[in-house]
């Protein structure tokens, strides 16, 4: 304590205010020091940077892994993922799982074990297992060895001459092979079914076909064409592709539509091979009036629609159907309802 003292014993202020300066700086340096988590060092012009990096608390000795990265599950069947996911220190309910189509496969709880559950839908999903920072992905396929239901999705189909058509028909599961049902064609001179159940038209006409599953049986017809027609409807400005164009009030106004002729066979068709009409029913009344070509494709024509709409809630639905044929019998509808 001396060196704070004067000869005559008083407190010297200069060695106080010294020591006090000194300490003062040392602890800014040290917590200058710890606040600086990268610094440059410069030397015989080279430079060397240091960072100081911020560790997580993480398991070293934990693994996660898979005993494979593709398996193959049946629809509406579950499997345990303790006989999928190979761990080392880990819980099985400590993993987070996630799945890329919930519909294919979901991972849930079942009879106390985290299960995979295949849904009611083939295909194929990626299911992600992730602890800590170890993350590993399975690859689901769900297949169907069997449907339980099945019915045609259409009253009516098309087909094309000379080429497969898959035909959209409900199953269940969702999505199930065509091979796993029976189908056959009335005339197999006109159209009939390939080994895959794909229809295939001969002829140009008309065909009755049948599907049988269990004691369930559903009917259709199968137009086989030449060509194909598309209907267009233009909405802010574009040409969009639709079957049902819903209006969302009463109203009275002029829709520009634009039918496509997908010419396969080169028949020559034009504007005066479509013959056009429109059955109303209801308080929906369309009356269609040829416009011309379409000069942005070739094979396209302008039809403008006059549609008014005066239903009150509560009347019975009101709607019009406007079609378009072909001379080889090819069809398009358009279907116009109040949304």
């Known amino acids: 304590m001396k060196l704070f003292k004067n000869p005559d014993g008083t407190i010297n202020p200069i060695h106080v205010f010294v020591l006090v300066t000194v300490i003062t700086f040392l602890l800014l340096f040290l917590l200058c020091k710890s606040l600086i988590f990268d610094k440059q060092v410069g030397r015989a012009g080279n430079v060397i940077t240091t960072t100081t990096t911020t560790t997580w608390n993480l398991c070293q000795d934990c693994s996660l892994s898979l005993k494979?990265?593709?398996i193959t599950m049946e629809a509406n069947t579950t499997e345990k993922l303790k006989n999928i996911v190979i761990v080392k220190n880990i819980t099985m309910s400590s993993i987070k799982f996630t799945t890329s189509n919930k519909d294919v496969v979901n991972v849930r709880t079942v009879d106390g074990d985290v299960s995979l559950v295949a849904g009611n839908e083939v295909g194929k999903a990626?299911?992600?297992a992730t602890f800590d920072d170890k993350t590993v992905d399975l690859i689901v396929n769900v297949k169907a060895s069997k449907v339980t239901k099945a019915e045609f999705a259409n009253k009516v189909y098309y087909a094309y001459l000379d080429k497969k058509t898959t035909l959209d028909i409900t199953t269940s599961p969702k999505k199930a092979p065509l091979?796993?049902?029976?189908?056959k064609s009335d005339n197999e001179e006109i159209g009939y079914f390939d080994e895959e159940n794909n229809f295939v038209g001969k002829a140009v006409g008309e065909v009755k076909?049948?599907?049988?599953q269990d004691d369930v049986s559903s009917t259709a017809t199968v137009h086989v064409i030449r060509n194909m027609i598309k209907v267009k409807v233009k909405i802010d400005g574009a040409y969009k592709e639709m079957q049902e164009f819903k209006y969302p009030s009463n109203i009275d106004t002029y829709v520009e539509l634009c039918v496509k002729i997908e010419d396969n066979f080169n028949d020559g068709y034009n504007q005066e091979s479509i013959k056009y009409d429109a059955i109303s029913v209801g308080k929906i009344s369309t009356t269609i009036s040829s416009e011309g070509p379409y000069t942005l494709d070739e094979n396209a024509y302008i039809f403008k629609a006059h549609v008014k709409i005066d239903?009150?809630?509560g009347e019975p639905e009101s709607y019009s159907l406007i079609t378009f044929t072909l001379p080889d019998g090819s069809k398009a509808q358009l279907k116009i309802t109040k949304d």
């Open 179 to 183: 091979s796993l049902v029976k189908l």
């Open 209 to 212: 076909i049948h599907l049988e």
């Open 311 to 313: 239903q009150t809630n």
């Open 126 to 128: 990626t299911v992600t």
């Open 68 to 70: 494979d990265d593709q």
